[in-house]
């Protein structure tokens, strides 16, 4: 019964989220505008109506410590640690209608997902199309791509409050990843090492524009879930730490530089204090792993 209706919740708001969308590629600025606003409405509908679909179904206990100062009217750079799918489901629903709808930044091969790539590029998420650094050596025209790709996604964020969302891990968390030498040298168990490049191209994008950096650790008490685990009800707890930073005390202390990419220096500082607030989430899914085991 929960996957008939969030099957037919995510066709139902395609719909009229593709029409708009559809409306929006006329190059009309007043009428674009619109569009974003009434598409925006649409998805928050469409995540309001999973969450009661989550409270008649799956019974999962969520304990979130979530700051008072969060508003509708700010711009965001939403940052996570990344286990499950079912982080993307945490997150829409802790944050619906608490700060603006989140902007994922996706791979670019979700793009073909049925339904929801498409109602994804009508909500304007950013698709990336990640290269190696062999693929980058053949190819050097490439090189510097992905900072176009977003700087173009962020322009249309310039009209209204947006909480752009980046899982900074790169990639899910599981056993095998957390071997990685990189994540030995941080003492990272619980989590994966952090890459600087993507919210640096955001903050590069739309520095002066964001207002907080809302830092968020989700921890599964009894495991990490699939999404069948979720919808099917067995996963009993979800407990999520969320904090605010300025992005003006970024800026101010010298944490983060406009010249982060034409200076090794600036990288390694931000890369530094990005590492720094991992190793800090390291040790609260620590200590809420300790309690887990002593409950």
């Not at 190059?27 to 998805?43: E, T």
């Not at 969060?70 to 619906?96: A, G």
Request: charged share 20%; with cysteine; proline share 5%.
């Amino acid at each position: 019964m929960s996957v008939i209706l969030y099957i037919v919740n995510t066709v139902f708001w395609f719909v009229p989220i593709m029409l708009c969308s559809l409306i929006k590629l006329f190059p009309i600025r007043p009428l674009q505008k619109l569009m974003s606003f009434v598409v925006d409405g649409c998805a928050t509908f469409w995540i309001s109506v999973n969450y009661v679909n989550q409270l008649i179904f799956s019974r999962t206990k969520f304990s979130v410590s979530l700051p008072d100062s969060l508003s509708t009217q700010k711009w965001y750079l939403v940052v996570s640690n990344h286990q499950s799918w079912v982080d993307i489901l945490v997150l829409q629903r802790i944050f619906n209608r608490k700060i603006p709808f989140l902007k994922f930044f996706l791979k670019q091969s979700l793009l073909y997902v049925p339904f929801l790539g498409l109602t994804w590029w009508g909500l304007d998420f950013p698709f990336m199309k990640r290269y190696s650094k062999a693929h980058l050596v053949k190819n050097p025209h490439l090189k510097g791509k992905d900072l176009e790709t977003t700087k173009i996604a962020c322009k249309k964020f310039e009209n209204k409050p947006v909480s752009i969302m980046n899982f900074v891990e790169g990639t899910r968390f599981n056993i095998k990843k957390s071997e990685y030498p990189l994540n030995k040298s941080l003492e990272l168990k619980y989590t994966l090492a952090p890459k600087s490049g993507g919210i640096a191209f955001v903050l590069n994008a739309m520095g002066e524009r964001l207002t907080d950096v809302v830092n968020v650790t989700i921890y599964y008490p009894n495991g990490v879930p699939s999404f069948w685990d979720f919808i099917s009800g067995k996963v009993q707890k979800i407990v999520v730490d969320i904090e605010t930073i300025s992005i003006k005390s970024l800026f101010e202390d010298g944490i983060y530089s406009p010249a982060y990419f034409s200076s090794d220096d600036k990288k390694r500082i931000f890369q530094e204090y990005l590492n720094q607030l991992w190793q800090n989430k390291e040790k609260k899914l620590k200590l809420l792993a300790q309690k887990s085991k002593t409950k």
